[in-house]
């Protein structure tokens, strides 16, 4: 049981180069996330899906797209990089809304855009 | 719009002593949940605890345990008897009980904490 991977763990783009980000999960979860982690910040939201062919925007959707094609995987993209996108990745998925709700995280994607 | 509030970017502590983080947050929500997850030097994130707003005793996991105050707005992080393993970041989250189909974690910028052997 893997848990939520993410691929690739390390990757440096000049401004303008497009890639993707690869989230997979084993856990059979509905729901998953992408978000960006910033010096001095926490986590922020920046796109999620509820299911299956579906997606969402969360809070700095800009500059990103994602997809769902399949329940495990969910992936993220950057078109034409900027060196605003250097960040820290992280992607997370959960089961449905209940009580004893957790979202579990992936080690991370350090992008540098140079 | 919710907001998590971490007052204190860096915390240092001695080894088996008792050290607490502090969070606030901002929200006229009244079902909610709070978090908190540890970063190590490895970057994955660690679920610590949680607390359920509609419970007035506080959580409790091992040494960590939480003093969640609703009316103050206030759910702070008690570690006990430290220990090496625990120097992270210490980030504090909040989701709505409410935004069904928006799970999204409001996290605050984080705490450092060391461990002083």
């Known amino acids: 049981n893997a848990g939520v991977t993410q691929t690739p763990k390390f990757r440096v783009l000049k401004t303008g180069q497009s890639m993707t980000l690869l989230c997979a999960q084993d856990?059979?979860?509905?729901?998953m996330y992408w978000y960006r982690q910033d010096p001095g910040m926490g986590l922020r939201l920046i796109h999620y899906?509820?299911?299956?062919?579906?997606?969402a925007k969360g809070e700095v959707p800009d500059g990103y797209n994602v997809s769902r094609l399949k329940k495990q995987n969910f992936l993220l993209g950057l078109e034409s990089a900027a060196p605003s996108q250097t960040s820290v990745y992280f992607c997370?998925?959960?089961?449905?809304?209940?009580?004893?709700?957790?979202?579990?995280f992936g080690p991370g994607t350090r992008l540098t855009v140079t | 719009a919710q907001t998590v509030t971490q007052s204190q970017p860096e915390m240092s502590v001695q080894e088996a002593e008792t050290v607490t983080l502090s969070c606030t947050y901002d929200?006229?929500?009244?079902?909610?949940?709070l978090f908190w997850y540890k970063q190590p030097p490895s970057r994955q994130m660690i679920l610590v605890i949680r607390?359920?707003?509609?419970?007035?005793q506080n959580a409790t996991e091992n040494r960590f345990s939480v003093n969640f105050q609703k009316a103050a707005k206030s759910f702070s992080l008690k570690i006990s008897d430290s220990q090496l393993g625990d120097a992270a970041m210490y980030f504090c989250?909040?989701?709505?009980?409410?935004?069904?189909?928006?799970?999204?974690?409001?996290f605050g910028t984080g705490t450092r904490l060391t461990i002083i052997p």
């Open positions: 997370a998925s959960s089961s449905r809304p209940g009580r004893e709700y957790e979202q579990y």
């Open positions: 856990m059979n979860h509905e729901y």
């Open positions: 899906s509820v299911g299956e062919g579906t997606t």
């Open positions: 929200t006229s929500e009244s079902d909610y949940y």
């Open positions: 607390q359920e707003a509609y419970k007035q």
């Open positions: 989250a909040y989701r709505s009980a409410y935004n069904f189909g928006n799970e999204k974690l409001t």
